[in-house]
């Protein structure tokens, strides 16, 4: 006997109930067990964002954070079919006093793709401390909000994600608000200021909560809701997925949005056994692996009869529950900041731009900026820009936006799909000082150096340049001297470069460069000298910390290296030599994207 | 032409270094004796000095580097100026050493290091015929490379790349100089084997 999925689904629910910890109906909110058994819904009904029980918790996020105390809980939510659930997360709020007026305002963090596995839920991977949004949640922390983290629906015990159902994530990130008020000692208040901010999947979410925050959760005191590489036309994102670098997230959502679906995406119907086993296998992952596992894979590998992406759009349910994800649809009552890369391999950019129309043309108020990278880069990246416009709208300062907007409509550069996944930095800020062992003195490099690499992720190799202008630099020898110096690269830089399962970044490198003196002497005196290392100094590129270092400007090279004698310094090449060569040079290259344009 | 344009580069450096000079510090000027130690300053001090004869000091201290030959490095404190260091070169190597806590023992080090990179200038120079003061000094830079090294004025790779430089030019014959070159590479730490060792 075949049993059919949804009764399988049944089955396991009846057994799970039987296992259920019970909680009175209504009851008032408790702290739940330790380890798994807290992932366990009770046997409890409760209204939407009524809290069903919590835990301090501890969340790991790396050093850039301030003091916090942080709770994981369970809350009542509701679907995308409006039929009631229940969600976990995390709640962190800062030690140090609010110091600004009224309540401390809170952040409802909508969180980008994590995967499917229960062990990539952000709570738990904020336990672990290898959550890898953390830094822009220690960002919003810094600022002195409290950050309410929803894993999203499906992530308890038994239960499987319901990636990219819209409703059903928008209605999480509301609920979380009014459920975390619950939380007693929290300090987090229900009439606070509120604010969503989410990126990628997140930037669905947070636009969705936008959408319903009106009919759905009314009583929130929303102020902002900031939207970055959102999903907004579901089948232009399959088309533009499916065969591509970002393949992985077309998967997950035929499995998300199947679960959510059961009717209308009959997944072990269209599935062949090479993509149920497929979907198998991104049940178990988290988003990296995921991501590489089925890169450039096309949809038509894993359905019976190898349909296609456009046949399958055209099975009528399939095609309604696409368009039903789609955002837009109602105007958003609270300013909006929209952003994306612009050269953004996952997401178009041009489906987002669409959306800033329409919701323009339905008089909402949106500020959209466009931001150079790519996807991850930019994720970590916009982090300043959103949290600075964010404070803005708590300071109650009013925004004009810009709907209206003179520019011509900006085009994606992003690097093709189909091939290796290659995150480009093109003329990154390179901000460098170069500490000289003898002198006891740190050479600046000029503000207009910068550093254009490809980093490919698939093939893990980095070829880049650096681009240093002349410039003058005070070097204090007898006298202070104005040195007219030039680094200027031998060659390019070349290394390896790698991101893990874990979302950790490796880059292992070298770049070459000589060091010049073009001339020295004060003022207008200057001699031209011409002298250099006798060969190029090697600075290793070494990296090794969490992929939003790229966008964070965390990504800084450092260490010693050993510059070559002098040559070519005339009948001082001796003394340059003594004075400039050796080992134990410092440096400290950190190099960052360029700043945002707004469109 | 180009060794006139640089003669004139470094003497616009010593005119602007002695201008500043001049003035500050006319004792220590005054301190300098001994045998490997110029005999006195030019007279006047180097503010005053035209020129060709600030040029002249600089080319006479970088050929004082030869009389250093069969010369060990300074162990001590180094109090009066060499001979292979100019006014301007002194002043400046007091001056950075002035930027250490060990005053003294840095200045010791700098003295070393520029006797050393003179006499590597002058190793490019020397004319291949001259082949005793030839071997002579490219003795003496063998034996220092690993002081250079120790005191972090030399990556390994690069002394290395000195040592059989200078071992090609030194000895002929190929197996010795492999030899050599194993043990020369053996005094900066590095080990490798050559054929035919047991």
Known sequence: MKLSYSQVAKSCLVAAALALPTLPLHAAPVEGPSGMAFYTPPATTGAKGDLIWYRPATVKLGSGAPGYQAWNLMYHSTDALGKPNVVTGTVIVPKAAWRGLGARPVISYAVGTHGLNQSCAPSLQLAQGTDYESANIAAALQAGYSVLISDNPGYTNGDTPTYLAGKAQGHAVLDIIKAAAQIPGAGVSASAKAAIWGYSQGGQTASWAAELKDSYAPGINLVGVAAGGTPANFPAIAHY??????ASFLMQAIVGLGTQYPDHIPVEELASARGLAMMETAKQQCVFESLFDVMNESISSYTVDNLTLDQLMTIPPVHETLVEQNLGKNRISVPLYQ??????????LDQHIALKKQYCQKYSNVTFDLYPSEHIVTQFQAAPYVLSWLGDRFNG????GNCVTLKPEPKSTANPGGGNFVVSLK???????IGLNTLKQDITLPAKSTFTADTDMTAQVLDGTLSIPTFKQKLNIVLPLDVVITVSPAERARGTVSLNDQGILQVQGTAHTYIKVNSAGLGLLQIPFGCQTERSVAFPINFEGPV???GSGDLTFNGTTSFPPMKNCGLFNSLFTVLMSGAGQSYSFN????APTRW | MKRGIWLLGGLAVVIIAGMTIWGQDRETREEQSA????DHEPVGGIGELDPDQLAAEQLAANQAAWAELGEKPYQGPVTERPAFVSSLEWRVLKNVAQQHPNTEQELTRLVNHLRFAKQWDLWHEIDPQDQTRRSALGEQ??????????????DVVHAQQMQESLLMALIPDVTERRQRAAQEAARIGVQFRVEGDS
């Open chain 1, 397 to 400: 300062r009013p925004t004009l």
């Open chain 1, 241 to 246: 997925l499916d065969g591509s670098t970002g």
């Open chain 1, 339 to 348: 952003y994306h890369g612009q050269a953004d391999e996952f997401i178009p």
């Open chain 2, 35 to 38: 045998s490997m130690m110029v």
């Open chain 1, 548 to 550: 939003s270092a790229l």
């Open chain 1, 427 to 433: 003329d990154w800020k390179l901000d460098a000082t």
């Open chain 1, 591 to 594: 190099v960052t994207p360029p």
């Open chain 2, 141 to 154: 830079l063998l034996l220092e490379i690993p002081d250079r090294v120790k005191n972090q004025e030399l």
